[in-house]
């Protein structure tokens, strides 16, 4: 499983010119769930997120999660993270999970930070999408449950 995340001061998603949710401060997290990720990936990226220190203390130092800041977070299916681009230019998807399977893991994903008390919008799993964000820093990291 892998997640960008990307710090922000507010983020929303738009479908065809509709908001269909928004942020303020808090992190996008574009989620890519692949073949053979099990519920121990989601559960340590759910925590990985919540607990992660990407948010400036009074010093300017990054020292406070999005639970110490009351952050919110965005969550984007991102199936185009299991991309395989070494060979040729077309990337490969083989290693994405089936839509069927990465949609519960997704929905679980969600699930799990809203059970952490972490105020938790999401975007529209395997729709089209306009993704607009105001990245603060930028801050921009990569996780990968299987690293």
């Known amino acids: 499983m892998k997640a960008l995340i990307q710090r922000v001061a507010g983020a929303r998603v738009e479908i065809g010119g509709n908001v269909i949710s928004e942020i303020g401060k808090g992190m996008l997290v574009l989620l890519g769930i692949e073949?053979?990720?099990?519920?121990?990936?989601?559960?340590?990226?759910?925590?990985?997120?919540?607990?992660?220190?990407?948010?400036?203390?009074?010093?300017?130092?990054?020292?406070?999660?999005?639970?110490?800041?009351?952050?919110?977070?965005?969550?984007?299916?991102q199936f185009t993270l299991a991309a395989n681009c070494r060979k040729g230019n077309r990337p490969s998807f083989e290693n994405a999970e089936t839509p069927q399977r990465a949609k519960k893991l997704y929905d679980?994903?969600?699930?799990?930070?809203?059970?952490?008390?972490?105020?938790?919008?999401?975007?529209?799993?395997?729709?089209?999408?306009?993704?607009?964000?105001?990245?603060?820093?930028?801050?921009?990291?990569?996780?990968?449950?299987?690293?």
């Open 35 to 77: 073949k053979g990720d099990t519920q121990t990936d989601l559960e340590y990226m759910a925590r990985k997120v919540s607990l992660l220190r990407i948010f400036e203390d009074r010093n300017g130092k990054m020292n406070c999660s999005l639970q110490d800041i009351g952050g919110s977070v965005l969550v984007v299916s």
């Open 108 to 147: 679980e994903f969600i699930h799990s930070l809203r059970k952490k008390e972490i105020k938790t919008e999401a975007g529209a799993f395997g729709a089209y999408m306009h993704i607009s964000l105001i990245n603060d820093g930028p801050v921009t990291i990569l996780l990968n449950s299987n690293e």
